[in-house]
């Protein structure tokens, strides 16, 4: 079954530190796709990123990169010279295809990030 | 933005009451979710659709039905509501991917969230 497992449940760090966030998961599937999904303090859930399996090319937009490794089953999130409106709750999920009902998506518990000032 | 809403936003019912939440689209989108979220649990999918008519089960849909008669409406109900199912609960849309993809890579667009307590 697929499962997605974001073992950092809190993190503080300091304004302008870099800071990885990381997600690891399972699938049967050969094809899926991962996801990263912010949630600020004011509550709203906002995609970030989608990636799927067959490009394992890591990606950057600005300060934030991503990092996928099929061979550790990783898809980690670094948030570079962090600041203060980067603390959220950070997602990760993944959506396998089931055969005759679709993709089903399912999320990790989530990592709280605190960046201090 | 794309068109979600959920109603009610907020609601404070008692045990064993029923309670429906409503997510409603705008979008045409064919894939509807609902998930909730609890501390320490994060957001875990309790049922969702791909069509009309079309709905399954996620993880933890035990006390939970659903109905998607249209397919800008996806319903949720407790029949007889628990505090356990004291929660936010998201309903979510999202359409196939693009670019030729065989199978489906569902950005999700989430509504503002419904917060239910029962007392």
């Known amino acids: 079954a697929q499962k997605v497992t974001q073992a950092q449940t809190e993190i503080s760090v300091v304004e302008k530190e870099d800071v990885t966030l990381d997600c690891v998961y399972e699938?049967?599937?050969?094809?899926?796709?991962l996801f990263w999904y912010k949630q600020p303090p004011s509550g709203e859930l906002v995609f970030l990123i989608r990636?799927?399996?067959?490009?394992?090319q890591n990606e950057i937009s600005g300060r934030y990169s991503w990092n996928f490794q099929k061979s550790t089953s990783s898809f980690n999130f670094t948030i570079t010279a962090s600041q203060v409106v980067d603390s959220a709750v950070y997602f990760c999920a993944l959506s396998e295809r089931i055969v005759n009902r679709d993709d089903k998506i399912i999320f990790g518990k989530g990592t709280r990030l605190h960046i201090l000032p | 933005d794309a068109g979600i809403t959920q109603s009610p936003r907020h609601k404070v019912t008692e045990t064993g009451t029923p309670v429906t939440l409503r997510c409603h689209q705008t979008e045409n989108h064919r894939y509807m979710y609902w998930y909730r979220q609890d501390p320490g649990h994060g957001l875990r999918l309790i049922h969702y659709?791909?069509?009309?008519?079309?709905?399954d089960k996620g993880e933890v849909s035990d006390g939970y039905s659903v109905s998607r008669s249209k397919t800008e409406d996806f319903l949720l109900t407790l029949e007889s509501a628990t505090s356990s199912q004291t929660s936010v609960y998201f309903c979510?849309?999202?359409?196939?991917?693009?670019?030729?993809?065989?199978?489906?890579?569902?950005?999700?667009?989430f509504g503002a969230g419904s917060r239910l307590t029962v007392l």
């Open positions: 659709s791909y069509g009309v008519k079309d709905t």
């Open positions: 990636r799927n399996s067959f490009d394992e």
């Open positions: 979510a849309i999202s359409e196939l991917g693009t670019g030729g993809e065989v199978y489906g890579a569902n950005v999700l667009t």
């Open positions: 699938t049967r599937d050969t094809t899926y796709y």
